[in-house]
């Protein structure tokens, strides 16, 4: 105010204007300016923003009303890309190490794993969802010649990782390993393979003592058990053939051999048994020799190849005493009725008989000559007192028997019998006398 030419106050001073804080889109709450809504001029306005976003300058200086730089802008804030356990080598996300906000990190893993969720959306700083996993893969199961109808894993075509896998195979394989375990997709061992099973030897009645199979106990597959069976028997099969645990033929069995009948001195023209060249296990031999032999054993029994008693002989028959006629009371040979082959019998006759031969040999039950007879003996003519100058009989000295001595006496005598009857050496009657002739007047 002025008064007689004074003023009150006597001047004033222009001051500097301060700075209203702008307004900033995704400001901090509490307004752009961390000093508050005005700023002095000569003094500066530090700019915040919102969570997530960043000033674009970070301070404004104001001077009498205007900021230098004018304003500034809340920039939306990047996203870190994350750290995960088992990420891959170059990092967790493709796009590398920041991704902008509004842009989507594509979730990367290591080899064997994969990532849950595949991506992540960044917004002011911020990922959705805040990070992921990184899942280890499961691993397919394998596929393997002669694996199981149902699969090469009793658990599936998925194995999870840390699980394992139980290997199986087609009936007559063994897998090479009985598990796989998983890890991360990959297997340990990494497969395995279906073996063919070995073959177990059969166990057959009257095997070798060594077994069914003179390979062992045991025949790989592809390969041949050679059957064999104790001494005496013979395989139905000689070979059986193994694949994947099976025999082709199944099994075999051991039959008991026939028997070659024996060859025995004298056998039979057709042989030494009935039956033939070859007799059956269980069954017998009729032992048969030539004709004038008889077997020392009646029958041999076949087992398994051999007979029981082993072999006969062809003894030769001893030859029966004949019967003739007039033979002597104890029978035609001194020896007895049966004589030995190679022997002899000593014929013999009734008293007044003389044998045609003096013996008989016996050979393979036939005699040579194959009999005798009993020849009745001569009666030598008898002496007599006063007989004939020429005998007492004149038909001669012996007479056969069956016929008759005519008896003759000296001149002047007469037989006491016309005749005498010889038979066997005996006359009938004994003998007779001379008798002197009567003298006649």
Do not use: M, W
Not at 252 to 258: D, R, V
Not at 334 to 344: C, D, E, R
Not at 368 to 373: E, I, V
Request: hydrophobic fraction near 20%; charged fraction near 5%; charge should be negative.
């Amino acid at each position: 105010s002025c008064s007689t030419g004074t003023f009150s106050p006597s001047t004033f001073a222009c001051q500097p204007n301060p700075c209203s804080a702008p307004t900033v889109t995704n400001q901090d709450g509490s307004g752009a300016c961390s000093q508050g809504s005005s700023i002095n001029s000569g003094e500066s306005c530090t700019a915040q923003c919102a969570s997530g976003y960043t000033p674009s300058s970070s301070g404004l200086s104001c001077s009498t009303g205007t900021f230098s730089p004018s304003t500034f802008t809340c920039q939306p804030n990047p996203c870190a890309a994350p750290t995960v356990t088992n990420q891959d080598g170059s990092g967790a996300c493709r796009q590398g190490s920041s991704i902008n906000s509004g842009e989507s990190c594509t979730a990367q893993c290591a080899s064997g794993y994969t990532p849950s969720p595949s991506s992540l959306s960044c917004s002011t700083g911020t990922f959705f969802p805040s990070s992921f996993t990184c899942q280890p893969n499961p691993c397919a199961a394998p596929t393997v010649t002669n694996q199981h109808g149902s699969g090469a894993c009793s658990q599936g075509s998925s194995i999870s990782s840390g699980a394992s896998c139980t290997a199986q195979c087609v009936s007559g394989y063994t897998p090479s390993s009985s598990s796989l375990s998983c890890s991360s997709g990959s297997f340990s061992p990494s497969t395995f393979t279906c073996q063919p099973n070995p073959c177990a030897a059969p166990t057959v009645d009257n095997q070798d003592g060594g077994g069914a199979c003179s390979q062992g106990s045991s025949i790989n597959s592809g390969e041949s058990c050679t059957a064999q069976c104790a001494s005496g028997y013979t395989p139905s099969s000689s070979s059986l053939s193994c694949s994947a645990g099976a025999f082709s033929p199944s099994t075999f069995t051991c039959q008991p051999n026939p028997c070659a009948a024996p060859t025995v001195t004298n056998q039979d023209g057709s042989g030494a048994c009935s039956q033939g060249s070859s007799v059956g296990s269980g069954a017998s031999c009729t032992a048969q020799c030539a004709s004038g032999y008889t077997p020392s054993s009646s029958s041999l029994s076949c087992s398994a190849g051999t007979f029981s008693p082993k072999t006969f002989t062809c003894q030769p028959n001893p030859c029966t005493a004949p019967t003739v006629t007039n033979q002597d009371g104890s029978g035609a040979c001194s020896q007895g009725s049966s004589i030995s082959s190679g022997a002899l019998c000593t014929t013999q006759c009734a008293s007044g008989y003389t044998p045609s031969l003096s013996s008989l040999s016996c050979s393979t039950g036939t005699f040579s000559p194959s009999t005798f007879a009993c020849q009745p003996n001569p009666c030598s003519a008898p002496t007599v007192t006063n007989q004939d100058g020429s005998g007492a009989c004149s038909q001669g000295s012996s007479i056969n028997s069956g016929e008759s001595c005519t008896a003759q006496c000296a001149s002047g005598y007469t037989p006491s019998f016309s005749s005498l009857i010889c038979s066997a050496g005996s006359f009938s009657p004994s003998t007779f006398t001379c008798h002197p002739n009567l003298c006649f007047a």
